[in-house]
């Protein structure tokens, strides 16, 4: 499986962005598709994902929408009412398999994309 993410950029605070990852490979219906960010200096967190229905951290509940369209074998993340502190590199990360309660650990995930950076200005 591999993952492509894009769609990162500037933008000032309480703006909006759209990142896109597109995945190709095989996939299945217990396939658990991501979203993890990392900003500088701090630990991976994550963000949000889809299976059967979308988790999502509570620093974004509310803000960010995880979509997928299996047609065009890609899952989106809209981001609303961005926040400086939103400010890092997000990836989009794939699993097979995972558990509920491994969901939001990163290392459960067995495919990752390269990243796109997102950068909030006050």
């Known amino acids: 499986v591999q993952l492509q993410a894009s769609g990162g950029g500037l933008v000032q605070a309480g703006g909006s962005l759209r990142l896109s990852c597109v995945v190709s490979?095989?996939?299945?219906?217990?396939?658990?598709l991501a979203w993890f960010r990392q900003a500088p200096g701090k630990e991976r967190e994550f963000v949000a994902c889809?299976?059967?229905?979308?988790y999502y951290a509570d620093s974004v509940k509310g803000r960010f929408t995880m979509s997928r369209d299996n047609g065009k074998n890609t899952v989106y993340l809209q981001m609303n009412s961005l926040k400086p502190e939103d400010t890092a590199v997000y990836y989009c990360?794939?699993?097979?398999?995972?558990?509920?309660?491994?969901?939001?650990?990163?290392?459960?995930?067995?495919?990752w994309g390269q990243g796109t950076q997102v950068t909030v200005s006050s």
């Open positions: 490979g095989p996939t299945y219906h217990s396939t658990t």
């Open positions: 889809i299976r059967w229905r979308e």
């Open positions: 990360a794939a699993g097979n398999r995972l558990i509920v309660s491994t969901l939001r650990d990163g290392a459960a995930y067995e495919y």
